[in-house]
Protein backbone atom coordinates (compact mmCIF):
# COMPACT_ATOMS: atom_id res chain seq x y z
CA UNK A 1 0.00 0.00 0.00
CA UNK A 2 1.28 3.67 -1.06
CA UNK A 3 1.35 5.77 2.19
CA UNK A 4 1.61 9.47 2.18
CA UNK A 5 2.78 12.05 5.01
CA UNK A 6 0.05 14.68 5.16
CA UNK A 7 0.87 18.52 6.39
CA UNK A 8 -0.20 19.61 9.75
CA UNK A 9 -3.37 21.69 9.21
CA UNK A 10 -3.21 25.54 8.92
CA UNK A 11 -6.61 26.96 9.30
CA UNK A 12 -7.77 29.94 8.29
CA UNK A 13 -11.19 31.50 9.12
CA UNK A 14 -13.44 32.47 6.73
CA UNK A 15 -16.69 34.06 6.23
CA UNK A 16 -19.89 33.37 5.59
CA UNK A 17 -21.84 35.80 3.35
CA UNK A 18 -26.00 35.52 2.82
CA UNK A 19 -27.21 34.43 -0.42
CA UNK A 20 -29.33 37.50 -0.20
CA UNK A 21 -29.93 40.26 1.77
CA UNK A 22 -33.19 39.35 4.38
CA UNK A 23 -34.54 40.52 6.98
CA UNK A 24 -36.45 38.31 9.44
CA UNK A 25 -39.21 41.06 10.60
CA UNK A 26 -39.16 44.15 12.30
CA UNK A 27 -36.22 45.26 10.68
CA UNK A 28 -33.59 42.85 11.54
CA UNK A 29 -31.37 41.75 9.13
CA UNK A 30 -29.74 38.42 8.63
CA UNK A 31 -25.87 39.48 8.73
CA UNK A 32 -22.79 37.50 8.00
CA UNK A 33 -21.45 34.57 10.11
CA UNK A 34 -17.66 35.48 10.32
CA UNK A 35 -16.52 32.96 12.80
CA UNK A 36 -18.62 29.76 11.33
CA UNK A 37 -15.75 27.97 8.98
CA UNK A 38 -12.34 27.41 8.80
CA UNK A 39 -10.17 26.07 5.42
CA UNK A 40 -6.93 24.76 5.45
CA UNK A 41 -4.79 25.16 2.76
CA UNK A 42 -4.73 23.16 0.06
CA UNK A 43 -2.28 20.67 -0.77
CA UNK A 44 -1.58 18.37 -3.85
CA UNK A 45 1.00 15.46 -4.47
CA UNK A 46 2.17 13.44 -7.16
CA UNK A 47 0.73 9.62 -7.12
CA UNK A 48 3.74 8.99 -9.95
CA UNK A 49 5.78 5.77 -10.02
CA UNK A 50 8.31 7.68 -8.05
CA UNK A 51 5.75 8.14 -5.09
CA UNK A 52 3.88 4.85 -5.31
CA UNK A 53 4.66 1.71 -3.83
CA UNK A 54 5.25 -1.42 -6.38
CA UNK A 55 2.08 -2.73 -5.77
CA UNK A 56 0.56 0.56 -7.13
CA UNK A 57 3.23 1.00 -10.32
CA UNK A 58 1.15 -1.44 -12.22
CA UNK A 59 -1.77 0.11 -12.16
CA UNK A 60 -0.11 3.61 -13.54
CA UNK A 61 1.77 1.82 -16.06
CA UNK A 62 -1.76 0.37 -17.29
CA UNK A 63 -2.76 4.77 -17.69
CA UNK A 64 0.25 5.60 -19.68
CA UNK A 65 -2.30 8.61 -21.01
CA UNK A 66 -3.01 9.70 -17.31
CA UNK A 67 -1.46 10.80 -14.58
CA UNK A 68 -2.92 11.23 -10.72
CA UNK A 69 -2.16 13.74 -8.30
CA UNK A 70 -3.63 13.46 -4.08
CA UNK A 71 -5.51 16.72 -3.36
CA UNK A 72 -6.49 17.27 0.27
CA UNK A 73 -7.47 19.87 2.93
CA UNK A 74 -8.87 20.13 5.99
CA UNK A 75 -12.56 22.10 6.99
CA UNK A 76 -13.73 23.19 10.20
CA UNK A 77 -16.88 24.11 11.05
CA UNK A 78 -18.34 26.34 14.43
CA UNK A 79 -21.48 25.14 16.30
CA UNK A 80 -23.71 27.98 17.24
CA UNK A 81 -26.42 26.52 19.71
CA UNK A 82 -28.78 29.78 18.83
CA UNK A 83 -27.79 29.50 14.89
CA UNK A 84 -27.37 26.06 13.64
CA UNK A 85 -25.68 24.51 10.83
CA UNK A 86 -28.65 22.67 8.87
CA UNK A 87 -26.30 21.67 6.52
CA UNK A 88 -23.18 22.50 4.42
CA UNK A 89 -21.40 21.43 1.23
CA UNK A 90 -17.61 21.87 -0.16
CA UNK A 91 -17.53 21.50 -3.79
CA UNK A 92 -14.14 20.78 -5.51
CA UNK A 93 -14.30 22.27 -9.20
CA UNK A 94 -11.52 20.92 -11.54
CA UNK A 95 -10.46 22.47 -14.40
CA UNK A 96 -8.05 22.05 -17.34
CA UNK A 97 -5.68 24.99 -18.33
CA UNK A 98 -3.09 23.42 -20.75
CA UNK A 99 -3.23 22.41 -23.24
CA UNK A 100 -6.24 23.83 -24.38
CA UNK A 101 -7.60 20.93 -25.82
CA UNK A 102 -6.90 18.25 -22.87
CA UNK A 103 -9.60 16.86 -21.06
CA UNK A 104 -11.23 17.82 -18.17
CA UNK A 105 -9.75 16.04 -14.99
CA UNK A 106 -11.61 13.69 -13.30
CA UNK A 107 -11.97 13.36 -9.32
CA UNK A 108 -11.53 9.67 -7.56
CA UNK A 109 -12.00 8.05 -4.72
CA UNK A 110 -13.10 10.81 -2.72
CA UNK A 111 -12.78 10.64 1.23
CA UNK A 112 -14.79 10.45 2.96
CA UNK A 113 -16.95 8.61 1.65
CA UNK A 114 -19.53 7.28 4.36
CA UNK A 115 -22.51 9.16 5.70
CA UNK A 116 -21.19 8.87 9.58
CA UNK A 117 -17.65 9.11 9.47
CA UNK A 118 -15.56 10.61 12.44
CA UNK A 119 -14.37 14.04 12.79
CA UNK A 120 -11.23 13.40 12.04
CA UNK A 121 -7.36 15.07 11.77
CA UNK A 122 -5.84 12.54 9.38
CA UNK A 123 -1.42 12.24 9.91
CA UNK A 124 -1.55 10.15 6.63
CA UNK A 125 -3.31 8.84 3.95
CA UNK A 126 -3.07 5.51 2.58
CA UNK A 127 -4.01 3.66 -0.96
CA UNK A 128 -3.94 0.64 -2.03
CA UNK A 129 -2.69 -0.63 -5.69
CA UNK A 130 -5.85 1.06 -7.23
CA UNK A 131 -5.01 4.35 -5.82
CA UNK A 132 -8.57 4.20 -3.34
CA UNK A 133 -8.45 5.22 -0.02
CA UNK A 134 -7.72 2.57 3.02
CA UNK A 135 -9.72 4.75 5.50
CA UNK A 136 -9.76 2.75 7.87
CA UNK A 137 -6.62 2.80 8.64
CA UNK A 138 -6.18 6.50 9.15
CA UNK A 139 -5.45 7.31 12.47
CA UNK A 140 -7.75 9.97 13.87
CA UNK A 141 -8.48 12.43 16.54
CA UNK A 142 -12.05 12.61 17.94
CA UNK A 143 -13.84 15.57 19.53
CA UNK A 144 -14.00 19.19 18.79
CA UNK A 145 -10.48 21.35 17.44
CA UNK A 146 -10.71 24.79 18.19
CA UNK A 147 -11.93 27.99 19.80
CA UNK A 148 -14.58 27.48 22.97
CA UNK A 149 -15.21 23.76 21.55
CA UNK A 150 -12.49 22.49 23.53
CA UNK A 151 -13.68 22.20 26.96
CA UNK A 152 -15.52 18.99 25.56
CA UNK A 153 -14.69 15.88 24.30
CA UNK A 154 -16.77 13.33 22.76
CA UNK A 155 -16.01 9.54 22.58
CA UNK A 156 -17.85 9.20 19.13
CA UNK A 157 -20.30 11.45 16.65
CA UNK A 158 -22.86 11.42 14.20
CA UNK A 159 -22.40 14.20 11.37
CA UNK A 160 -23.56 12.80 8.53
CA UNK A 161 -21.80 13.24 5.95
CA UNK A 162 -22.17 12.10 1.34
CA UNK A 163 -19.74 12.12 -1.36
CA UNK A 164 -20.71 13.10 -4.83
CA UNK A 165 -19.22 13.34 -7.97
CA UNK A 166 -17.06 10.63 -8.17
CA UNK A 167 -15.68 10.17 -11.87
CA UNK A 168 -16.99 13.52 -12.54
CA UNK A 169 -14.77 17.08 -12.84
CA UNK A 170 -16.77 18.39 -9.98
CA UNK A 171 -16.36 16.68 -6.53
CA UNK A 172 -18.88 17.40 -3.12
CA UNK A 173 -18.93 16.81 0.15
CA UNK A 174 -22.55 17.38 1.93
CA UNK A 175 -22.69 17.55 5.27
CA UNK A 176 -25.68 17.08 7.74
CA UNK A 177 -26.65 17.74 10.87
CA UNK A 178 -28.44 14.65 12.78
CA UNK A 179 -30.67 14.00 16.00
CA UNK A 180 -27.30 13.02 17.49
CA UNK A 181 -24.98 15.78 16.57
CA UNK A 182 -24.55 19.35 15.12
CA UNK A 183 -22.47 19.84 11.87
CA UNK A 184 -18.89 21.05 13.77
CA UNK A 185 -15.46 19.81 14.35
CA UNK A 186 -12.57 19.21 11.83
CA UNK A 187 -12.76 17.33 8.54
CA UNK A 188 -9.72 16.01 6.10
CA UNK A 189 -11.24 16.07 2.73
CA UNK A 190 -9.13 14.28 0.21
CA UNK A 191 -9.42 12.96 -3.65
CA UNK A 192 -7.53 11.79 -6.16
CA UNK A 193 -7.15 13.70 -9.56
CA UNK A 194 -7.24 12.24 -12.78
CA UNK A 195 -5.45 14.66 -15.44
CA UNK A 196 -3.99 13.68 -19.38
CA UNK A 197 -0.72 13.57 -18.84
CA UNK A 198 1.76 16.34 -19.46
CA UNK A 199 -1.14 18.32 -18.86
CA UNK A 200 -2.09 21.07 -15.88
CA UNK A 201 -5.28 21.74 -14.65
CA UNK A 202 -6.92 23.68 -11.09
CA UNK A 203 -8.72 22.66 -8.31
CA UNK A 204 -11.47 25.03 -7.27
CA UNK A 205 -12.75 25.16 -3.62
CA UNK A 206 -15.90 26.43 -2.61
CA UNK A 207 -18.36 26.15 0.70
CA UNK A 208 -21.74 26.85 1.38
CA UNK A 209 -24.22 26.13 4.44
CA UNK A 210 -28.19 26.58 5.37
CA UNK A 211 -28.40 28.04 8.79
CA UNK A 212 -31.22 28.04 10.94
CA UNK A 213 -31.37 32.41 12.44
CA UNK A 214 -32.72 32.32 15.72
CA UNK A 215 -34.26 29.18 15.91
CA UNK A 216 -36.49 30.53 12.99
CA UNK A 217 -36.12 30.18 9.40
CA UNK A 218 -33.46 28.64 7.43
CA UNK A 219 -31.00 30.99 5.39
CA UNK A 220 -28.42 30.10 2.41
CA UNK A 221 -24.90 31.68 2.90
CA UNK A 222 -21.38 31.10 1.07
CA UNK A 223 -17.98 31.47 1.69
CA UNK A 224 -16.08 34.52 0.80
CA UNK A 225 -13.78 32.32 -1.06
CA UNK A 226 -13.04 34.80 -4.26
CA UNK A 227 -10.41 36.81 -2.27
CA UNK A 228 -8.39 34.09 -1.06
CA UNK A 229 -6.87 32.52 -3.56
CA UNK A 230 -4.12 31.49 -1.81
CA UNK A 231 -6.65 28.67 -0.02
CA UNK A 232 -9.18 28.38 -2.44
CA UNK A 233 -7.59 27.13 -5.58
CA UNK A 234 -4.66 24.63 -5.81
CA UNK A 235 -2.33 23.79 -9.52
CA UNK A 236 -2.65 20.22 -10.53
CA UNK A 237 -0.49 18.36 -11.10
CA UNK A 238 1.85 20.62 -8.59
CA UNK A 239 3.59 23.56 -9.72
CA UNK A 240 6.63 22.28 -9.29
CA UNK A 241 6.34 18.51 -10.66
CA UNK A 242 7.22 18.08 -14.39
Known amino acids: MTTFSLPEPELLTVGLDPDQRVTLGAG ?15 FCRPADLDSVDAD ?16 GFPV ?8 PLVSAWVDVTLRRQAPPDALEPVAWSLLPLSEADPVNVAKKATLDASLKFKSG ?20 RAVSV ?9 ARWEFFA ?13 LIVETTSGSSGQAEISIGATIRIRRQKVFRFKAALDK ?9 PPADHP
Do not use: K
Open 178 to 190: TEVSPIRGTHRLM
Open 228 to 236: LPEIAIVAV
Open 28 to 42: VVVDAEPQRVRLGRP
Open 56 to 71: TRPFLIGRPDSAFSLV
Open 137 to 156: LLPVDIGPSFGHENDRSYTQ
Open 162 to 170: EALGEGTSA
Open 76 to 83: SFSHDEDN
